[in-house]
C-alpha cells in the first residue's frame, strides 16, 4: 500500500512521520533530501558503507535502473542534485526493510527518472508498506492508494491508525 501525504514546507509532514513510526518501533528504510553523504567519499564508498549495515535485496536490478555504475568513482561533491537523488533511491530500494518513506523523491530528478521511480513504486507497493510524502498532489495522484492532506486534514488521523483508515 502507498500513503501519500501532501503538505506545504514547514506543516511538520517529517516529525508526524517520525512520530508514528517511532511509537511504533517500526523499522524503515528513509529516503529523504536532508542526508547527505560525507563530500569526499565516492559512490563505491557509500554504497559499501551502506551494504555494510544490512543486506540488499534486488541490489542488480536497481544498480543497473538508476545507472549507478557511472557514479561509482565520482566523489559525492561532484555529483548532481539527481545523481544524489539517484544513489539514495538505489539504496532504498535495495534494502530489505517492510517500511519505506519516501520525502520529496522526485525532487532533482528528470523526466525519465521521475517516470522510473513511479514504476517502481508501483512493483514495490505489493510487498511493502510505503509513505510518499509531496508537496504535488499530482505525484501522490499517480500512484497512491490513499492521500492524506497534512495541511487539512492533521486533526482528523490519529498515528497509530495511519494506515488502517485508507
Known amino acids: 500500500m502507498i500513503v501519500g501525504i501532501a503538505c506545504k514546507n514547514g506543516s511538520g509532514k517529517s516529525l508526524f512521520v517520525d512520530q508514528f513510526f517511532f511509537e511504533h518501533n517500526l523499522t524503515t528504510t528513509v529516503c529523504t533530501n536532508e542526508v ?3 563530500p569526499e567519499y565516492t559512490v563505491n564508498d557509500i554504497v559499501h558503507l551502506f551494504k555494510g ?8 536490478e536497481y544498480y543497473r535502473r538508476y545507472d549507478i555504475a557511472s557514479m561509482m568513482e565520482k566523489k559525492a561533491k561532484f555529483l548532481s542534485s539527481g545523481e544524489m537523488q ?17 520525502d520529496e523523491p522526485t525532487s532533482f530528478l528528470n523526466k525519465d527518472a521521475r517516470a522510473l521511480f513511479f514504476e517502481d513504486l508501483i512493483t514495490f507497493k505489493t510487498q511493502h508498506n510505503i509513505i510518499l510524502i509531496s508537496h504535488y498532489k499530482e505525484d ?13 486534514d492533521k486533526e482528523r488521523y490519529e498515528h497509530d491508525k495511519l494506515f488502517d483508515q485508507v
Open 36 to 38: 547527505n553523504f560525507h
Open 140 to 152: 501522490l495522484e499517480q500512484v497512491c492508494d490513499a492521500i492524506y492532506n497534512l495541511d487539512e
Open 53 to 60: 549495515t544490512g543486506k540488499f535485496v534486488n541490489d542488480l
Open 86 to 102: 539517484k544513489v539514495k533511491l538505489y539504496l532504498a530500494f535495495s534494502k530489505p526493510e517492510q517500511n519505506l518513506i519516501f
